[in-house]
């Protein structure tokens, strides 16, 4: 495509050549033989293409052409009129006159062989690759098409853009540019010319020095996007394969402020394998051209890229592109764009990393008979592992083995070679995509400008066209999906305007919707159970393949979507089915569609990549779940709700949110397209270019512009181009529009070929043509005439010159005769001599002597007339002031005296003038002062804030880690202390054994009683069970009444919608003649419509079947849960009571080995035992008894749930089956009901166009009768008069005495008409003075209303600003702050109770050393075994630590998850604002549900609690081990089968969920076309409603234009003094309002001094705690001093441990007493195992503390999203405090071994060690008192800071609320002052228009008066006359 023109220096050259037709152009083709009414084109089969000929003859539908002499037969419809040679390379083939494909296809021919590759189609701009480059993209060319419109220059991209720039500037609309078309058609370079264009034109200026502009980072995005998103394919050496949409940002003055970009479909397949002539993508082989030095060595790499196989499958190198070059500018535009020098190597490192798995995917060997895969060869295993920052061996385990999760535990799965292949390339394609997504990401980060404001933005769409291959797969049909919605869209939109202007310039024409003709397509993919619902659904079911889906696909779709067809085989013998598109029809093969779409990966391998050390592969896999140890409890809930994104969900989003983003923008569009397939300048494919204009929808265009008026001209052009035509009838019409209507009507055009609009002419396609034709035949005629008359007169010229030369000949012929003649007479000689002397012959010389003489006089005159004006001047001037001398001297010295008074009182005004001056000059400095002053308080509060800022959240950083140590700490008091509880019972135990043996007998006496109770108990719960039961089929019946109450209310609304229908046809009645027509569609639509009810409420009745099921399956799983939750207690509990009998048994064989009498006990408690065993059998016998019923009741209710949801299946595929039926049906009477539809529609626009004209039309007779009124009052007040005129006419001609009177009368009558007129002129003269005068006030006064209102709204988002952070940092101060300085007291007064707590501890150490060196002469040859048991515990301790650590990082994790769990949590607060109406109608029945269930929670917990006795109870009572073990294998066999129970009743579930969410899609997709058509229906009524208001807007002008009268002017003038007034009264409440703000402008001030008085006060006590804090920490490094001391005191023990050892000899005979020690220690032993078994347990118990710690996380996810960005930069802290919180650990794990020993010691020391022990009790929970006392107080602050911030909130919605409400009001008034405008605007027109009729009137009064005149001379001379003849 049209690249760069390299230029070495000088200026650009000129682009004219290549963007304009030349003038010889022009002539040329003016040449080409043309009949207008003979040149045809006709279809060559040979290339595709079209060839010009002559028509011949004409039979029929068949007609002769004559093409290069060869005689040749077509159909009519194949041959197509050319047109003249006037249109040829038009500019915009829009206008073309013939739009045919072959006179498309002949314009873009004839544009391209003459180097003019772009044109213009209408809103199309088509750019033809021109294969070389042009100098059409420099700055020069831009400097054409800057500022101005697309028709004032040229075809070009740069038009495009420039357009769009236009649009958002003068609209404020949003603008998006489309550019599609095949590979190699030049998308991206257009697209990159287009940027560079804004880049250039747009250029924001501002830049710090050393820093990259905007501009710059912006097309710096190229290198890096083309190196990973560019490949060689077969047309292209540098194919984009992803779709991109650029917005590129401007703020309000046009500038750019930023851009960013979206991606759509990486080719991901081209990854793996490439074909043989073409190439993957660029970045590899940029990355082995050592373009970068050190890259190989850090990426692993070898100098060959032969080695890797997975991008040398192809082509390696190609010669248009310099692969080094290419990295140098990559490598560049990464620094360029703000990348790290670790970022950029980790994007390389990864994707040097996929070359690497290319050559795994070879090493894997199959072992054994299983075939399974293993590695012989790990090298490049290795490198794999050190790029991603991974374990090697462990990869390799999971890439043979898998890891799946089965139930509750993790099972590992063998691997084939090809699935262990498969699985690497998997994951090589997703860290390639998720890399490159991320490189995005990072360009939109770094080309966003936070400093610059964003308004508008023009968006770039660079995405594939239509896409018909011999082979179609899954890419195909996505981005032919994609192109169908691009041209729906475009077709919309570009007959929208065009309908638009037809509305606009008063056509008669029916709007048509052109884009409902792709719909069918588009709902075939989207609609319910469509090919893309059919896709997703078989995506979800694992056993699903593509044979299934093929299947499913012909079963629901062909037959019923008439664009799904059975494949073509010709192309593809292998395609599965065909889509009819708007281009062609297209085969598709769905082979390995499923897979693709699920795009599966290896889950353990994921957690490895995301647990690894490259940073940048863990956030390409952070939004992955990965494959966690445990999974939380919410998870399964939250991926059952969501389930796996597949592809082309993912895919289908992105594009509804393109659609949404393109129907809110301004398009425009450019079609790229290929001219040939050989890459030839010049050359022209026919058949090529035509497939691509019916793909890119050129065609489809045109086909739109057809049906319409195409040819569109301005009445000025018309009338100058075809005036000829009818000159006459144009120079007597009116206008314009009245001449080309002469002009149309004058050649008997057909008015349906043509329509007069108001300020156009518009043709049908082909009649501009025709016009050409009637021209030139007029022209022919015309020049025939003037050439008859040129050749008439050159001919009388001629015979003119013929007949002036024979005279000049008779002329010569005399003279010669008389100069003979005279040559011989001597007086003519002497007359010749004496001639030249005479006077009379030289007046010629005399004239020009005076003639010099005059022009020189008036020449001077000038200057003398100056001169003597200024000398007069002078002369003037000195004689008064010689008159005012002498006046003086005259007048005296008092004329001196009042000049000198004059002087002083100027003197006097001129110094205070200058005082006011001075007084104001002070006033300015000191408000500039006091400017200047509150300036830098300013800064310095915004520094102070900042400052602020930073400590606050440093305080919070260490209020969030002391409150994490104060909870590991309390975690840390809570164990120590229920060990020494633990301890304490066991010691009391211990003693009370021997005394609790006299009451064991009553004791299991009453403990047979309880048991009976319990039994009782058991037996009313289950009672209570079958009330809850029964409660549920009561709650299910209230559902059903319901239900009938909403079938009734239904009813009823169909009764409201009956009565409306009824209402509109009696409206319709009134037009008698459609009346029978109306009743007949009304029929029919009723019938229909019942139909479509029928249809609706078998939907409700199935939506609400399923809702049932879906309550009842939501019970089934909360009881499943309750059991299994009671399961666990119940195991818990068992292992708990089997340590402490085993505890127990032992204790009793050392108590029974003692003495003899408890030997006898031990019978009888063996006695008592077995039939206590005996009963406990038999309540077990029971208990099995009533659970076997309990799950015989849940089997029933599964069998029953079963079998409704097996017959509402067969209902559903009843009434799927109805509804195809009801389809068809409704398919075949689809058009008739459209047809009435529309009729139906016209009727009611006109009916309620009528109504609103007849509405409109009453009004305006009253007003009419009104008139008429005033009218017949004038009238009879008229006839009056001319009842006494006629009346005074006759006595005048009865008598002459009552003519005087008369004329006197009508003097009287003239006087006071012409005073009533003078009076109306002063009234019109005042009237427009005050008109005047009020403008000018008010333009004042609104001026000072917006500058007020500017100043109030700056200065209110001052305040609030200022004030929302004062009170924000007050509130954080006195919240955090305060908390802060008591949590560190707290602190360090525990750090001094520890301190004193260790120095008993050293003390009790330095004790405990005395007496172990006294015992360690005791002990001998046991060493050896005490120091393995001790290694064992040690071991188990490294465990437990262990454990601990696994424990901190699964929090770490879980930690980093709250931010993706923030972000699903906002999605998933979208989706709950969907189902909320849902939530609703559920809430009744979740209310009870949720009752009963904690009902029946509480009793199960009672009986758990119950149980838990009864088990504690018997372990009193010392059961045997082997009566345990009994027990645990009955209770194993149990669990087996509840295991077995609960995985069939979890399979049925997952069956029904799975049924569920089959209806939740389709229910979706019911809900998406209801809306979608219900939107529809609203643009239709909006247009029709836009339609009749310009209807109804012309009539009530017309009509007010004709009834305004000079009354309605008076009214005007009253009300605009009273709007006036009101506008005053407003601008006074705006003055007081300001005001008012001022004051508290000046209160916020004062409270801002207040609060920076309480900022230093709480800086001086942050010092006063900063110093506590290093007095805390001094007193720690003395207590590590210690710590020291007390670990060399171990040293010195375990020197005296090796003196022992050397003295072991000497302790031979100490070895029986040893051997009771040995009994007793091994007793230790066995304690020491039940303690490490609690510590197990407990934590178990801190895991489920830390699960639940986070659900309450989850609750807390809002406030984590606010302080997400804190928390990042409180990372590293955390991190140094966890280091710290470790060693801490392990000083706590080395005081917890010695207090263990400590406990061994005080156990054989005694009651000492013990007392010592309890006061450690009390300590320890008068310390937890104080904890929770102050914890509590820390809530009490923490709630007291909420209540604060509501308060807060709560006043800043209200400042926004009246801020809102001030600025309504200030639209109003401006609206008001519009209205007024207008007005007075009015009022001018009525005042002209009554001084018109004054005028006339005035003209009649005269005429009148001249009659009047007239008549008195007329009887003046009867009277004369009459005298004469009575004399």
């Known amino acids: 495509m049209p690249g760069h023109i390299k230029k070495s220096s000088g200026p650009d050259p000129d682009p004219s050549p290549w963007l304009c037709v030349s003038p010889e152009l022009k002539e040329k083709n003016k040449l080409k033989p043309y009949d207008p009414k003979k040149s045809v084109w006709v279809v060559n089969k040979a290339d595709g293409g079209y060839l010009e000929g002559l028509l011949e003859s004409k039979d029929g539908a068949k007609v002769t052409v004559n093409v290069n002499g060869e005689m040749k037969v077509y159909k009519e419809d194949q041959v197509c009129q050319v047109n003249p040679p006037k249109f040829d390379c038009s500019d915009d083939m829009a206008n073309l006159t013939f739009l045919g494909d072959a006179c498309v296809l002949w314009n873009s021919t004839i544009r391209y062989v003459n180097q003019l590759i772009y044109t213009y189609s209408g809103l199309f701009c088509i750019a033809i690759n021109p294969y070389k480059r042009f100098p059409i993209y420099t700055l020069r060319t831009m400097e054409i098409y800057v500022g101005r419109r697309r028709n004032e220059c040229p075809p070009h991209i740069f038009a495009i853009a420039e357009g769009a720039y236009q649009g958002m500037m003068n609209s404020g609309m949003n603008q998006s540019i489309l550019i599609t078309g095949e590979s190699g058609a030049g998308k991206t370079e257009n697209t990159k010319k287009v940027i560079s264009y804004f880049a250039t034109i747009c250029s924001s200026g501002k830049r710090k020095e050393g820093e990259v502009s905007l501009e710059d980072k912006i097309v710096q995005t190229n290198p890096v996007l083309e190196a990973w998103g560019n490949a060689k394919t077969v047309r292209n050496d540098n194919s984009s394969r992803f779709g991109k949409f650029i917005r590129i940002h401007f703020n ?105 798995m290319g050559n795994m995917t070879k090493d894997f060997v199959p072992v054994g008979k299983e075939e399974q895969a293993e590695i012989k060869d790990d090298t490049n295993s290795i490198k794999v592992a050190t790029l991603a920052g991974i374990d090697p061996e462990w990869m390799i385990n999971y890439f043979c083995k898998p890891k799946l999760k089965v139930g509750t535990e993790w099972v590992s799965k063998g691997s084939s070679c090809s699935n262990a292949a498969n699985s690497v390339a998997g994951i090589a394609r997703a860290i390639y995509e998720r890399t490159f997504r991320l490189v995005v990401d990072k360009c939109n980060e770094t080309l966003i400008d936070p400093t610059m404001k964003k308004v508008q933005y023009i968006g770039v769409l660079d995405i594939a066209g239509f896409e018909i291959f011999d082979y179609n797969g899954f890419e195909q049909i996505c981005i032919n999906y994609v192109n169908e919605k691009l041209q729906q869209f475009f077709n919309s939109h570009m007959f929208t305007l065009e309908q638009e202007e037809y509305v606009r310039e008063g056509l008669d024409w029916a709007n048509v919707d052109f884009g409902m003709d792709l719909q069918k397509c588009i709902d075939m993919f989207e609609k319910p159970m469509g090919l893309l619902a059919v896709f997703e659904e078989e995506s979800l079911f694992p056993k699903a393949t593509d044979q299934t889906f093929c299947e499913k696909l012909h079963s629901n779709l062909l037959g019923k979507w008439p664009n799904f067809a059975k494949p073509n085989p010709r192309p593809d013998p292998d395609a599965h089915f065909a889509v009819i598109h708007y281009a062609a029809t297209v085969s598709y093969n769905l082979t390995n569609w499923l897979e693709k779409n699920k795009d599966p990966l ?4 994921v957690e490895m990549i995301k647990n690894g050390s490259n940073s940048l592969m863990i956030q390409c896999f952070a939004d992955h779940p990965g494959q966690p140890l445990e999974t939380p409890k919410d998870d399964g809930g939250r991926k059952k709700k969501g389930g796996g994104k597949t592809v082309s969900s993912y895919f289908k989003g992105q594009l509804d949110d393109l659609m949404t983003t393109l129907y809110k923008t301004e398009p425009h569009f450019i079609r790229c397209v290929v001219p040939n397939t050989h890459k030839q300048p010049g050359g022209v494919e026919p058949g090529l270019i035509m497939h691509q204009y019916q793909c890119n929808g050129v065609l489809a265009g045109i086909a739109i512009c057809r049906k319409g008026f195409p040819n569109k001209m301005i009445y000025a052009e018309f009338k100058a181009r075809y005036n000829i035509l009818a000159a006459k009838l144009v120079a007597k019409a009116k206008n314009d529009k009245a001449a080309a209507g002469a002009v149309l009507e004058s050649i008997n055009l057909d008015k349906e070929k043509y329509r007069l609009g108001h300020t156009k002419v518009f043709f049908r396609a082909g009649i501009l043509g025709f016009m050409e034709e009637v021209r030139e035949d007029k022209i ?33 012929q005399r003279t010669i005769r008389n100069f003979r003649i005279g040559k011989t007479w001597l007086w003519w000689q002497i007359w010749s001599a004496i001639k030249p002397h005479l006077k009379c012959t030289q007046f010629g010389k005399y004239k020009e002597e005076f003639e010099q003489k005059i022009a020189l006089a008036e020449a001077n005159i000038d200057k003398a007339i100056a001169d003597r004006q200024k000398v007069q001047a002078i002369h003037d001037n000195l004689l008064s002031q010689k008159n005012e001398v002498s006046l003086a001297l005259t007048s005296g010295g008092s004329a001196v005296q009042d000049i000198i008074d004059k002087a002083v009182r100027v003197e006097n005004i001129a110094n205070d003038i200058q005082k006011q001056v001075a007084e104001v000059k002070k006033r300015i400095k000191a408000e500039e002062e006091q400017k200047s002053s509150i300036e830098d308080q300013m800064r310095k509060v915004e520094s102070q804030i900042n400052q602020l800022q930073s400590e606050v959240s440093t305080l919070e950083r260490q209020l969030e880690n002391s409150e994490q140590e104060r909870s590991d700490k309390d975690d840390q008091i809570r164990t120590l202390k229920d060990e020494i509880a633990h301890q304490a019972d066991m010691l009391a135990k211990l003693g009370k054994e021997k005394k609790s043996g006299i009451d064991f007998r009553q004791k299991v006496e009453e403990d047979i009683q309880t048991m009976d109770d319990k039994c009782n108990h058991l037996s009313r719960v289950k009672g209570k069970l079958e009330q809850a039961l029964d409660e549920a089929e009561d709650a299910l019946e209230r559902e059903k009444k319901s239900k009938n109450d909403v079938e009734k209310l239904k009813r009823k609304c169909e009764g409201d919608f009956k009565l409306t229908q009824e209402a509109v046809v009696d409206l319709e009645r009134v037009k008698a003649e459609l009346a029978q027509t109306l009743a007949r569609k009304e029929k029919e639509y009723s019938a229909l419509s019942a139909k479509i009810e029928d249809e609706g409420s078998l939907g409700s009745k199935y939506q609400k079947q399923i809702k049932e099921l879906q309550g009842r399956l939501e019970e089934l799983d909360e009881e499943l849960n309750i059991e299994r939750s009671n399961r666990a207690k119940a195991e818990k509990s068992r292992s708990i009571l089997k340590k402490d009998i085993e505890d127990i048994a032992a204790r009793l064989e050392e108590a029974g080995a003692n003495t003899g009498t408890q030997v006898e006990l031990n019978k009888k408690r063996e006695g008592e035992l077995s039939r206590l065993k005996c009963e406990l059998e038999e309540l077990n016998i029971a208990h099995e008894g009533t659970l076997a019923a309990l799950r015989m009741k849940h089997n029933n209710t599964m069998s029953d749930l079963g079998e409704n949801i097996d017959s509402l299946n067969s209902s559903k595929v009843k009434a799927e089956k109805d509804k195809s039926g009801l389809e068809r049906d409704l398919a075949d009477s689809r058009a008739s009901l459209e047809d009435a539809v529309k009729s139906r529609a016209e009727l009611e626009r006109t009916g309620k166009l009528l109504q609103g004209s007849i509405a409109e039309s009453h009004t305006k007779l009253d007003e009419l009768a009104r008139a008429m009124n005033e009218a017949d009052s004038t009238k009879k007040r008229l006839t009056v008069e001319n009842q006494d005129l006629s009346r005074q006419i006759e006595e005048l001609e009865n008598a002459l005495a009552n003519m005087n009177k008369s004329k006197v009368s009508l003097a009287t009558q003239l006087e006071d008409t012409k005073r009533l007129s003078e009076s109306e002129s ?181 009986l758990a609690d119950e149980i838990k ?99 309605e002017a008076l009214r005007i003038k009253k009300k605009l003094e009273g709007d006036i007034n009101e506008l005053e009264i407003a601008l006074d409440h705006a003055n007081k309002a300001n005001s008012e703000g001022m004051k508290t402008i000046k209160r916020y001030q004062s409270q801002l001094r207040e609060s920076l008085q309480g900022l230093e006060n709480e800086s001086r006590i942050r010092q006063q705690i900063a110093e506590q804090v290093g007095i805390a920490e001094r007193k720690a490094a003395a207590l590590s001093a210690e710590m020291e001391e007390s670990r060399a005191l171990l040293d010195s023990a375990e020197r005296g441990k090796r003196q022992l050892e050397a003295e072991l000899a000497d302790t031979r005979n100490s070895v029986n007493e040893m051997q009771s020690i040995n009994s007793k220690e091994i007793a230790v032993k066995r304690a020491l195992e039940g303690n490490l078994h609690t510590i197990q347990a407990e934590i178990d118990s801190l895991l489920q503390a830390a699960k639940s710690s986070e659900e309450k996380g989850k609750r807390a996810m809002v406030d984590a999203a606010r302080l997400a960005d804190e928390l990042r930069a409180e990372q590293d802290h955390s991190a140094a405090e966890s280091r710290i919180k470790r060693s801490l650990e392990t000083q706590l794990g080395e005081l917890e071994t010695k207090l263990t020993e400590a406990e061994e010691n005080a156990i054989r020391c005694g009651k000492s060690a013990l007392s010592r022990l309890e006061t450690k009790v009390r300590e320890l929970e008068q310390e937890l008192g104080c904890t929770q006392v102050r914890t509590s107080e820390n809530m009490k602050g923490f709630q007291k800071t909420e209540r604060k911030i509501k308060e807060l909130l709560f006043q800043q919605e209200e400042d926004k609320k009246n801020q809102d409400k001030m600025s309504e009001i200030a639209n109003k008034l401006q609206q008001k002052i519009k209205v007024y405008k207008q007005q007075i605007e009015e009022a001018e027109e009525i005042a002209a228009l009554n001084l018109a009729k004054f005028r006339k009137a005035q003209q009649d009064f005269e005429e009148n008066e001249e009659r009047v005149k007239l008549a008195d001379e007329a009887m003046y001379s009867l009277r004369m006359n009459r005298g004469s003849s009575l004399l």
């Open 252 to 356: 309000a003055s046009g500038k750019l402020s930023g851009a960013d970009m979206v991606v759509y479909l990486l080719e991901k397949s081209r990854l793996t394998y490439q074909q043989p002539l073409e190439r993957c993508y660029h970045a590899f082989y940029n990355i082995m051209s050592d373009a970068v030095p050190d890259l190989k060595e850090k990426c692993l790499l070898t100098d060959n890229i032969l080695d890797y196989w997975y991008v040398s499958q192809g082509k390696i190198t190609v010669p248009s592109i310099d692969d080094k070059e290419d990295m140098q500018f990559a490598d560049e535009a990464f620094d360029i764009l703000g990348f790290t020098k670790e970022e950029k190597y980790d994007v390389y490192k990864n994707t040097a990393c996929m070359m690497h």
């Open 602 to 605: 290896n889950d353990t391998i």
């Open 780 to 812: 022919g005629s015309v020049l025939a005439w003037l050439q008859s008359g040129a050749r008439g007169k050159a001919s009388r010229m001629a015979f003119k010159k013929l007949q002036d030369q024979k005279l000049a000949l008779y002329c010569c």
């Open 1322 to 1502: 002063k009234d019109r003269s005042s009237l427009l003075t005050k008109y005047k005068h009020m403008t000018t006030e008010f333009e004042t006064y609104r001026e000072k209303i917006e500058n007020e209102h500017l100043k109030k709204s700056d200065a209110l988002k001052s305040l609030s600003k200022a004030q929302a952070e004062i009170q924000l940092w007050r509130s954080r101060y006195e919240t955090e702050g305060m908390g802060r300085v008591e949590e560190l007291e707290g602190n360090n007064s525990k750090l001094r109770s520890r301190i004193t707590e260790a120095e008993e501890t050293i003390d009790s150490l330095q004790t405990k050393l005395a007496n172990i060196e006294k015992s360690k002469q005791r002990i001998g040859e046991d060493l050896d075994e005490i120091s393995m048991e001790y290694e064992r515990v040690h071991a188990a301790a490294l465990i437990t630590e262990k454990r601990g650590k696994n424990f901190d990082k699964v929090l770490g994790e879980w930690q980093a998850k709250a931010s993706d769990i923030a972000c699903e949590v906002e999605a998933s607060n979208n989706e709950c604002r969907n189902y909320s109406s849902e939530l609703y109608r559920v809430k009744a029945s979740h209310d009870e549900a949720t009752e009963q269930l904690d009902i029946v929670k509480r009793e199960n917990k009672n």
């Open 1509 to 1607: 006795d009864l088990l504690d109870q018997l372990g009193d009572g010392g059961r045997s081990i082997h009566d345990l073990d009994k027990q645990r294998r009955r209770l194993e066999v149990e669990k087996e089968e509840l295991q077995s129970a609960l995985e069939e009743a979890e399979g049925a579930l997952e069956q029904e969920e799975n049924k569920v969410l089959r209806a939740q899609l389709e229910l979706g997709q019911v809900r998406q076309e209801i809306d979608r058509r219900l939107a529809e229906k609203d643009e239709e009524f909006l247009n029709t409603r836009k339609n009749h208001d310009r209807a109804m807007d012309s009539l009530n002008a017309s009509l007010e234009a004709e009834q305004k009268a000079k009354g």
